[in-house]
């Protein structure tokens, strides 16, 4: 049995001499050097007794090492489990017990603090630090610069990566080497990736958007990457007229247009732009294409699934939406057991060779989310548009009921954000005594706009059903988001919990 995954993603870099991954300051990684980087990791973890299955626990920064520390648990057919940078020691031991890892690397600046977690739960510590060196890298010298990968099958698992979790516990995906590499497969035809493409890579690689979006179709196809440790918009701009392609969150976009240097000049050479993990603002999306003279292309996925939807690379490319099912995907919309019609709002199911094998160590989880015939609800709630477009609602724990009548927050919001002098907009629900939970807005102006919340939300009412209508709503300067720009709503839900007494 082969190793399809590294066979595709891997074994060609070996013996390339052009640049893999171009790093800040002149440096770069060709295929080779990074091919054997990967062996000698692979060879230093498999003489420590990593075998195929078991866990590797990864909390490190950003670096070409930490990006081949991925690829060697491939080689190994081990399990590639990277945890958030951010998160604090009492998270890390939440992940580590559940998923009892063989070994956990950490970053170098936290081996102290780490090391009595990571003996907790058995699993060696070595680590790792922002320039790639550490006890990993000390071993991995001395080891041979090739691998033998391991076989295996298209079910055997390549990652597991944690939802974000942000109600209960987050919860395990268990993603297959098929999970990745057909995704992968499907996106580099949709998006037309060739080995002439630079993409310029700013995204961490603790999530599927930077770990597997971004990385794993730039390998695919052969393209090299631009190698930022992080997201500066200034540097992004730097490195703009040498890249082809960025992926991003919608956060990259606005602060990018914040930069006066952002012209159809910078952006010359670049073919596309690509955001999702969070809705890309119509604002956003009409700004970009009058600066730069491009449409963002924004596509749907979440961990469990990898990427479900997209818009197209050629034809209409549709503000609001997602796009259409990609490839050998199946989305649907369901109501009430049925599938909905255009225009009505239902959870989205997706099936296809993409859909995760359930969480790792919850079968109730995994029986309640993930049908036996394949779908997997995904808690994301949309509607179609007549030909196909689909839109996200926003989640279905989102949804505001009250008194008795539900209200989906997006539909409120694009009517906010369409209001004079605002910017965007979060709407949740809060405790209320008459009607169980009340409409509340969180609203941000637009640059140097003083706004008044009633007068906003006098502007909309007309427009909206009563029950609708916010009952309140406060102006502050910024929305609270995680890293990958996703807006923070139990943060808000907590805030102004108390607001109606
Ligand atoms: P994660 O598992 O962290 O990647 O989060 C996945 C969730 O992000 C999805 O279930 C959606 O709720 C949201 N999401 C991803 N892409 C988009 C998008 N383009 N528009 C709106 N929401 C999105």
């Known amino acids: 049995m082969p190793n399809h995954l590294f066979d595709a993603l891997f074994a060609p870099l070996q013996g390339r001499d052009a640049a893999l ?19 000698r990791q692979a060879n230093a973890l498999a003489a420590l007794g990593v075998t195929k299955g078991q866990r590797v626990a990864v909390q490190v920064p950003k670096t ?9 648990s491939v080689a190994l057919g081990a399990v590639f489990l990277p945890l958030n940078t951010a998160y ?16 956990f690397v950490c970053d170098a600046a936290r081996a102290v603090e780490l090391a009595g977690v990571a003996a907790r739960h058995g699993a060696d ?7 790639g060196g550490g006890t990993l890298a000390d071993l991995a010298e001395g080891a041979a610069g090739r691998v033998n990968p391991a076989d295996c099958g298209p079910d055997d698992l390549a990652a597991l990566l944690y939802t974000s979790g942000t109600t209960g516990r987050s919860k395990g995906a268990m993603l297959s080497h098929r999970n990745l590499l057909s995704n992968a497969e499907v996106l580099v035809k949709a998006w037309r990736f060739t080995a002439e493409d630079v993409l310029l890579h700013a995204l961490p690689i603790f999530h599927t958007h930077g770990l597997f979006v971004a990385s794993n179709v730039a390998l695919l196809s052969g393209a090299s990457m631009i190698w930022l440790p992080g997201f500066d918009a200034g540097r992004v701009m730097a490195h703009l007229p040498q890249a082809t392609v960025l992926m991003g969150v919608p956060t990259f976009y606005t602060r990018l247009l914040d930069e006066p240097a952002l012209t159809r000049e910078a952006v010359a050479h670049m073919r596309l732009f690509v955001s999702g993990s969070a809705p890309l603002l119509a604002e956003t999306q009409l700004d970009w294409e009058a600066r730069t003279g491009h449409r963002i292309l924004e596509r749907y996925g979440m961990t469990e699934t990898n990427m479900n939807t997209s818009n197209p690379y050629d034809g209409e490319r549709r503000a609001g939406t997602v796009g259409l099912p990609l490839d050998g995907v199946e989305v649907r919309i369901v109501l009430d057991g049925c599938e ?3 225009g009505e709002v239902g959870m989205i199911e997706v099936r296809g060779p993409n859909v995760f094998q359930g969480y790792w160590q919850m079968p109730e989880k995994t029986a309640e989310e993930l049908r036996a ?8 709630l949309g509607q179609r548009d007549p030909d196909g477009y689909v839109r996200i609602v926003g989640r279905a724990k989102d949804l505001v009921i009250t008194g008795g009548y539900n209200v989906y927050p997006k539909e409120v919001e694009l009517l906010l954000d369409a209001a004079a002098g605002v910017l965007e907009s979060a709407v949740i629900g809060i405790p209320h005594k ?3 939970e009340a409409v509340f807005a969180v609203i941000v102006p637009q640059k140097g706009m003083v706004l008044e919340a009633d007068k906003v939300l006098a502007e909309i009412a007309p427009a909206l059903a009563r029950f609708k209508q916010p009952k309140a709503a406060v102006i502050v300067d910024a929305l609270p988001r ?15 919990k108390g607001w109606f007494g």
Not at 125 to 131: F, R, V
Not at 482 to 496: A, D, P, S
């Open 88 to 103: 604090t020691a009492a998270e890390v031991d939440y992940f580590l017990g559940d998923a009892r890892p063989r070994v």
């Open 434 to 436: 008459d009607f169980g």
């Open 21 to 39: 991954l171009r790093l800040e300051g002149g440096r770069s990684v060709s295929g080779d050097a990074f091919f054997r980087m990967i062996a």
């Open 64 to 72: 070409p090492e930490a990006l081949a520390l991925y690829a060697a």
């Open 482 to 496: 995680n890293t990958m720009g996703k807006v923070q709503k139990n943060l808000l839900r907590e805030t102004y």
């Open 125 to 131: 510590l070595l680590t790792m630090d922002a320039a």
């Open 373 to 380: 015939d394949g779908w997997f609800i995904t808690g994301d």
């Open 340 to 342: 909905a019609a255009a």
